[in-house]
Antibody
Framework: VQLVESGGGLVKPGGSLRLSCAAS????????MIWVRQAPGQGLEWVSS????????YYADSLKGRFTISRDNTKNSLYLQMTSLKVEDTAVYYC????????????WGQGALVTVSS | EIVLTQSPGTLSLSPGERATLSCRAS???????LAWYQQKPGQAPRLLIY???SRATGIPDRFSGSGSGTDFTLTISRLEPEDFVVYYC??????????FGQGTKLEIK
């Protein structure tokens, strides 16, 4: 199992960024996937999750509609579209696979750093 | 909203000692929904324990989990130098869907 994030970088407040997560080594279309972020020196925060069929999508309340999660099972890829970015969105963003019981996260990517600064 | 509180924030011990890390939920939860992760500096978290007491694949048997209701514990029986990192508990909840504790840092005394 391998998860590789890409698309991180430096963006100005109010800007947008799209993260990608390329999955391999498992049947991607079978699993719920999530994004988790970690601000510098801080703990882990769940951001969003998407079920295998995209029928169930959830977001942390703090995001207030600014982020959109999606996936393309034909490309074994997970995405996070981030808009109206704020300085406090600065973090390492991890994609992770959710176990089949939807309870815990059994594989993680290495993370993508998003820095929001003017 | 359920809150997970980990204690202590920092635990100072020596290699070879036993570590006991606590994770307390603000209301009773199913033990099936409680997991523990280890995070080394600059790395992604790694799943250690799921369903409160089941070790994930490849995790050494010096790591064990226990608990029920509101109180859960991660125990490391004999600390190795590589164990001195940060540990998080995590819960599958309702709103928010997934909750993390604030973490416990294990440091060398």
């Amino acid at each position: 199992v391998q998860l590789v994030e890409s698309g991180g970088g430096l963006v100005k407040p109010g800007g947008s960024l799209r993260l990608s997560c390329a999955a391999s080594g498992f049947n991607f279309g079978t699993y719920t996937m999530i994004w988790v972020r970690q601000a510098p020196g801080q703990g882990l925060e769940w951001v969003s999750s998407i079920s295998s069929s995209t029928a169930d999508i959830y977001y942390a309340d703090s995001l207030k509609g600014r982020f959109t999660i999606s996936r393309d099972n034909t490309k074994n890829s997970l995405y996070l579209q981030m808009t109206s970015l704020k300085v406090e969105d600065t973090a390492v963003y991890y994609c992770a696979r959710v176990d089949l019981w939807l309870v815990h996260f059994d594989y993680w990517g290495q993370g993508a750093l998003v820095t929001v600064s003017s | 909203e359920i809150v997970l509180t980990q204690s202590p924030g920092t635990l100072s011990l020596s290699p070879g000692e036993r570590a006991t890390l606590s994770c307390r939920a603000s209301q009773s939860v199913s033990s099936s929904y409680l997991a523990w992760y280890q995070q080394k500096p600059g790395q992604a978290p790694r799943l250690l324990i799921y369903a409160a007491s089941s070790r994930a694949t490849g995790i050494p048997d010096r790591f064990s989990g226990s608990g029920s209701g509101t109180d859960f514990t991660l125990t490391i029986s004999r600390l190795e130098p590589e164990d001195f990192v940060v540990y998080y508990c995590q819960l599958y909840g309702s709103s928010p869907l997934y909750i993390f504790g604030q973490g416990t840092k294990l440091e060398i005394k």
